[in-house]
């Protein structure tokens, strides 16, 4: 199962260096937690970012434990704010939340 290729486009300029944590859990809570995020169709892998905590969770599939090295650095690229090719899912998460979370600083 090859991961989906990342976007061309860089990151935005001030995301925020996040603590990277990784957690295997069974099949049916990864698809679970992923799909709270808007991730229905995950492979052996998801993100949760938590900006409030300066986190971000990949959560890896423990039946596919095989993989997880394979998808680690695609994973580990959304973490530092890289989105999948044809998507801003991440950027529009940054910025939806320095809009929720950072008036008047």
């Known amino acids: 199962g090859c991961a989906g290729m990342l976007s061309s486009e860089p990151p935005p300029a001030d995301w925020p260096k996040l603590e990277i944590v990784t957690v295997s859990v069974p099949a049916d809570e990864m698809l679970a937690a992923c799909a709270k995020v808007g991730v229905t169709s995950p492979g052996p892998a ?22 997880a090295q394979e998808v680690y650095e695609h994973e580990e690229q959304h973490c530092f704010g890289k989105d999948d090719f044809g998507r801003e899912d991440l950027k529009r998460g940054w910025k939806k939340w320095k809009l929720n979370n950072l008036q008047g600083l």
Not at 46 to 67: K, Q
């Open 46 to 67: 998801c993100v949760l970012i938590d900006f409030n905590r300066n986190r971000c969770t990949i959560v890896f599939r423990d039946d596919l434990a095989e993989l």
